[in-house]
């Protein structure tokens, strides 16, 4: 007889390094991040020193080179959107926020030169929070993220920069800002920025949702960079960038969306009207199931771009269509939560209007949160 080979498993089990940083994520969501996030939403601002206990968490440290500082693991997609997915649990604005200086990282391990991961990785293996950030959307009706507006040109002394960008997490605050621009007739190239060099604006914007993230608006205006500011070798893949962020943000708006979900279930279940719970409602139960199935596809679909992005497999139809998915079902999803508390819903004595207001950003957002 011909030995029969042993059938190819499909498993979506955690390995034992994602469990242990599972529990991590986990307790540090819930203990210091939704703690903090109602009180943190209301004053429009990140609470003091709650950065610097992110950076305890080593989500930037990992990946870089132990040469560098770092902890010199292997970048892994998967384990980055599983971390990004257990923190938005505790809320979606602070967990973006702590992880965009990752989502700097990334570019720069993925696409940086070997002398531009010397000069900047160092600063983030210092143990505390460093600032940094990633300008990819522009403030016009028709944006589209494979083609920004912005301009660089070549000259003499380097690149000078003009244009806007908006929605910029950390904008007010962050000391490197990688900026999306087209570079003469080259195509799309992206720009270390340190500081703020002259003709370089940032402006505090006010959104309904994300208000502790220092969303602002970054004006260049001749803004002249050094050579070395180029990012790589000038062949920037504007589309890699924009889908490995996709999939961050479908991992954030899955994390958000299990914390709806918790909410209501325990809500609905204690709720009593006319001496039963309101859950024993067809109409009540029927809405939590479908919240429940949209978001195990949500989930599904993050998880196999993620996978696929990691195999070194081509994903960006993957990556598209999950946050095509994520950006409807996100929404719903926030809806619903606040349609199933009923008048509770309203108020803010319930954190299911915040996350309401988070998840609308979800189908707006792009090029924040590398993976």
């Keep these: 007889m011909t030995a029969q080979a042993e059938p190819r498993l499909f498993d979506l089990g955690r390995s034992e390094d994602q469990r242990m940083n599972q529990d991590t994520m986990e307790r540090f969501a819930a203990n210091e991040i939704r703690a903090v996030a ?26 870089i080179p132990e040469a560098l500082g770092g902890a010199g693991m292997a970048r892994s997609p998967v384990s980055n959107a599983l971390n990004a997915e257990d923190l938005a649990w505790g809320d979606l604005g602070l967990t973006l926020g702590a992880i965009s200086p990752q989502a700097f990282v990334n ?21 505390t929070f460093y600032a940094a950030t990633t300008a990819l959307m522009e403030p016009r009706a028709t944006f589209d993220p494979t083609v920004p507006q912005c301009t660089a040109t070549s000259v003499d002394s380097g690149y000078t920069l003009n244009g806007s960008k908006c929605m910029v997490p950390l904008g007010e605050s962050a000391e490197l800002v990688l900026v999306i621009a087209q570079l003469d007739n080259q195509g799309p190239a992206a ?24 969303l602002a608006g970054l004006t260049f205006e001749n803004v002249e960079l050094p050579g070395d500011a180029l990012l790589g070798d000038g062949s920037f ?32 279940n204690e709720r009593v009207a006319f001496g039963e719970p309101i859950s024993n409602r067809q109409a009540v139960a029927f809405m939590v199931a479908d919240m429940a199935i949209e978001l195990e596809a949500m989930r599904l679909m993050t998880w196999r771009a993620a996978s696929r992005a990691e195999q070194g497999l ?24 606040v349609q199933l508390l009923g008048g509770h819903g309203f108020c803010r004595e319930h954190p299911v209007e915040i996350w309401y207001r988070n998840l609308r950003a979800i189908a707006i957002l792009d090029g924040v949160a590398s993976v």
Excluded at 48 to 55: H, M, N, Q, V
Excluded at 110 to 122: I, N, T, V, W
Excluded at 327 to 337: N, Q, S
Aim: glycine share 10%.
């Design 191 to 214: 720009f270390i920025v340190e500081g703020t060099p002259k003709g370089m604006t940032r402006t505090r914007e006010e959104h309904m949702g994300l208000r502790t993230l220092e």
């Design 38 to 63: 109602k009180e943190a939403d209301e004053a429009g601002a990140t609470p003091e020193g709650f950065y610097d206990k992110t950076a305890e968490l080593g989500l930037s440290l990992l990946p």
């Design 107 to 127: 570019t720069l391990l993925d696409q940086g030169s070997d002398a531009q991961r010397e000069k900047y990785l160092p600063r983030f293996c210092e143990g």
């Design 237 to 268: 893949e504007l589309q890699r960038f924009v889908d490995l962020s996709r999939i961050g943000l479908c991992a954030l708006a899955v994390g958000c969306c299990q914390g709806v979900l918790d909410y209501v279930m325990d809500y609905v």
């Design 314 to 337: 081509d994903f960006q139809e993957q990556a598209y269509l999950a946050k095509v998915a994520c950006a409807e079902h996100a929404m719903k999803i926030g809806t619903d939560g």
